[in-house]
């Protein structure tokens, strides 16, 4: 079955305290990125990566790092999270970017983070 | 900064009737417009979207529609159901630099029965 996955699904850390949320996905896309979700805001886009080794930043991108050492990974780290990141996070995958005429993107269930 | 403005931020609609969720954006190299619909406790879902060479693109009981002059962009949702209840998102980008995407802040639609 084609899908995203994340873990954690739920997280409640404190604030300074590393963390990973990984993302992984068996589409053999090439195409990955991050959103973190907030009421009244929609969908902001983090980071996001076209191919191994290729990463970018997104609208939002402070205090998060990205890294894309394998295609089907994409991990979103925390160095030193703060309470104002206390969101929803979705990873998201495409074949290609979403302007493709075919292609679909898929979002993983997403990961709800809470900074204390 | 890139812009996408959405509204209503709730719709609330007879099961039946339709609904009209709408969207502006301010860049106007923008020429790809995508639909998402979120349910609750799941990931967005593409369900429908635009290029800007057209000006109007149907699937079933859905249609969005595109004026670039305006820069408008329009969903359509027709003899609505209950299992059309969820949150909508719209969506801009443009083909030079396709893999930076801006969303709108989201529509909630509730059918009522």
């Known amino acids: 079955e084609a899908q995203v996955t994340q873990n954690p699904r739920y997280l409640i850390t404190v604030t300074g305290k590393k963390l990973t949320v990984t993302c992984s996905q068996n589409?053999?896309?090439?195409?990955m990125s991050w959103y973190r979700q907030d009421p009244g805001l929609g969908l902001r886009q983090i980071y996001y990566?076209?191919?191994?080794?290729?990463?970018d930043k997104g609208d939002v991108p402070e205090g998060y790092k990205v890294s894309r050492k394998e295609k089907r990974n994409f991990p979103l780290i925390l160095e030193s999270p703060s309470p104002n990141q206390t969101s929803l996070y979705f990873c998201?995958?495409?074949?290609?970017?979403?302007?493709?005429?075919?292609?679909?993107?898929?979002f993983g269930p997403g990961t709800r983070l809470t900074v204390l | 900064g890139e812009n996408v403005e959405q509204h209503p931020s709730t719709l609330s609609v007879q099961e039946g009737d339709s609904a009209v969720i709408k969207c502006t954006y301010s860049?106007?190299?923008?020429?790809?417009f995508p639909w998402y619909k979120q349910e609750l406790g799941k990931g967005p879902q593409l369900i429908i979207d635009?290029?800007?060479?057209?000006g109007e693109k149907k699937d079933q009981r859905i249609a969005v529609t595109l004026n670039k002059t305006a820069k408008h962009f329009s969903l359509h949702i027709t003899e609505t159901q209950p299992e059309d209840s969820a949150v909508y998102f719209c969506?801009?980008?443009?083909?030079?630099?396709?893999?930076?995407?801006?969303f709108g802040s989201g529509t909630r639609l509730s059918i009522r029965p």
């Open positions: 998201a995958s495409s074949s290609t970017p979403w302007t493709s005429r075919t292609d679909t993107q898929y």
């Open positions: 589409m053999n896309h090439e195409y």
């Open positions: 990566s076209m191919n191994v080794e290729v990463t």
């Open positions: 860049d106007s190299a923008s020429n790809y």
């Open positions: 635009i290029r800007s060479n057209v």
């Open positions: 969506a801009a980008t443009y083909d030079s630099s396709a893999s930076k995407i801006i």
